[in-house]
């Protein structure tokens, strides 16, 4: 969660010339004292000490050194200035700089907190090009600063400014949107079998026609639009259409409505690969305590490791509580960085690396779920050739932390974990972490944050089991002590005015999080205290507890555990299954109609049209439920809506923007970070591709926000700037959502949807020294099979000793079956049965997905 950066001036370090000059002033009062500096002077005009202005040719001129870290660190201003409340001013200057460079550009309190009533980054290059800026006083100033912030460079350079005026009566200004085109279309592309729709906004009542154009620009379908009335979550007028009957792969289609045509899109089965990808390689760019290595990255990504020991940082490898918290500290380096600013907080980190975790788990249970994509040397991580999916060695680096974050054995509240790690205070933006100077500080234990620790680290046991035994008896027994010291202290709650220097990430109802940690538990271990815990659960059965209408998240959970309740093996009942299973596929049917009722296609439809902080990922999370709703019916309703949300998040929304960096033609590319800050230095750079934006925030929760966006629908409530943090901030809870449903949209592009003619009855017999399972394979179509080929994964760690009447082979959970020889052809109606024994250090789970011959097979009830 970012935060209000500090931005403030300390005054010892200013030096203020004397003297003063006349105000000049035409219509309005002009403001500024001495803006031509035609008579020579400087004064009344201040600077740091470091860059020395003098007057040359007409203009002030200033040496500013390079390798400043902030741009506070070298500044020019002026102070005394007079501003009333409610007036609007016209700011505006000229400005040339000996290389080009971005200078942050304020008006505000000459004191600590410094609060601007404007903050513009300008880009500054050697030709001179005069800068305009129009504000709206929000508070009385007898006595404001204006303060031109020219540090944060790496390289030395010369600014000179001239004809600097500041005067009211300006107009106020407007924000208005660059929408560009209005046909609006997923700027990335479709599926060849899966819905293609698109939104127009127009003035028209009636039906309007649209034309699908190849690359070439010729015309390859034709419909008409279906008018949809007036948007009521961005006030436009829209209609809406339909192409889904197009099944051509190709790059570079557009769809034209009138004189208007979309952005170019892909129609692809791997059109969502680069997705899955890039999402997750979000994750190591947020590692902290590693040097990030430019050849995984990229070249622009390289950055040292930061929060270690080494200075300036004070670093996270023994970090101290908060005074009068604890009288120890713990080794908690590493984790990911939790959004733009570059604290580590449990309940976030939980949800996120539990997300990633189940978008793999999702490939040992779902049917036609691939988990190539995800395996090793497949992503972006240093740990490639380890032979551990890579997926799971991105989520070891988060789950690492989390357990450092267990109060120690001995301590009081031991078992607990804290509930975040992070900066005394707030650092300004951009901030590399290995030069930040602030103190690293743990704040209090609380429920929620020991209860994610349970959950994610119960989830870790038995995903990490056939890989590193060791880790994963680490991570249940952090796992079954968590869930003993929260049950002990079940009311300990985060401070929610802990805000300073991170976010507080407050929540005082955890019955969601007891939920999902008994969920996992129970997974995992299969002890019936952890089911009993489920069943007793407040939230048990209650489906708008458990999957709120707007969406989970971090502060509500329960949706995690009913999830893999419905999706992994464990020993709940049939009629206990039956129960769960139909709490997600109501939830769904009510995300599906969202869906069906909103004009951009969205499941996501939030009680009064309130978008909140990080209503993208609200948006993904729904999609999650309809993915998990899809793969339990094989009902393509859910399927349908589930893609329609990736459509809205990449473009077909009321701003025609897609909220992902580097996907599609109108991407998001200046998310709030401390790291790429490429806005306001033009050395660092933007966020890499597949970073999800927050999107529309209706709150305005940052001043930038505020100051742009005040009156706008809710969906059009965003704008791509990085000081927007409510709006346009990166996290890892909303990268995580993307990634899984990428996931999801990518194994349906490879055949995921495909059903062959088949049906798989398989049982297991548990016994002393290992278990037999018996497999039978039906031919449902009307055509002999010949030869087949049935493949599943073992959903635990079991082990093939012997089989008979098939050739059956293993590699690591995978597992293939093909013809004994004798029984290679099956008859329509007709079935060969073969079976195999074997050995299990655990409980002995039947898998839910197997495929024939490449296609999905159904499973006999």
Known sequence: MGGLTVAGLLCA??????GAATAAGDDAPEQIVNGDFSNGSTAPWWWTANNPATVVDGRLCADIPGDTANPWDAIIGQSDLPLIAGES?????????SVPVTITTNVQM??????????????????AVPVTHVFTAKADNDAAQLAFQVGGSSKPFTLCLDDISLRGGAEPPVYTPDTGSPVRVNQVGYLPDGPKDGTVVTDAADPQTWTLKNAAGSAV??????PGGTDPTSGQNVQTFDFSSYTTAGDGYTVTVGDDTSEPFTIAKDVYSALRTGSLAYYYNQRSGIAIDGSIAGAAYARPAGHLNVAPNTGDNDVPCQPGVCDYTLDAAGGWYDAGDQGKYVVNGGISVSELMNAYERTLTARGADGAPL?????????????VPDILDEA?????????????????LEGMAHHKLHDQAWTGLPQAPDKDAQPRQLHPPSTAATLNLAAAAAQCARLFRPYDAAFADRCLTASKKAWTAARAHPAVYADPNDSTGGGSYSDNNVTDEFYWAAAELFITTGDDTYRQAVLDSPLNGDTAAVFPPDGFSWGSTAALGALDLATVPNKLTGDELTAVRSMVTEAADGYAQDSRDTRYGLPYAPAGNHYVWGSNSQVLNNAVVLGVAGDLTGDTTYRDAALHALDYILGRNPLNQSYVTGFGERNSHNQHSRIWAHQLNADLPSPPAGTLAGGPDNQLEDPTAQSKLTGCAPAMCYIDDIESYSTNESAINWNAPLAWVASYADDLGRGGSHAASCQVSYTSYRWSGGFTTLVTLKNTGSSAISPWELAWSFADDQKITDRWQAEITQ??????AKPAGWNASIAPGASVGFGFNGTSSGQVSDPHAFTM????????S
Not at 396 to 412: A, C, K, S, Y
């Open 13 to 18: 370090a200013l030096v203020a010339p004397v």
């Open 89 to 97: 001013y016209e700011l505006s200057y000229t400005a040339t700089a």
């Open 110 to 127: 000459a004191v600590d907190p410094y609060t601007t009533e404007l903050s513009e980054h300008d880009q500054i290059g050697t030709t």
């Open 221 to 226: 379908a034709t419909g008409t639009t279906v």
């Open 375 to 387: 395996g090793d040397g497949k992503l972006k991580v240093p740990e490639k050739g380890n032979g």
């Open 396 to 412: 070891r680096w988060e789950l690492n932390f989390l357990m450092e974050m267990q109060v120690p054995d001995g301590q009081p």
């Open 811 to 816: 590699s690591g959970r995978n597992v293939s």
């Open 853 to 860: 011959n490449g296609g999905t097979c159904a499973t006999a």
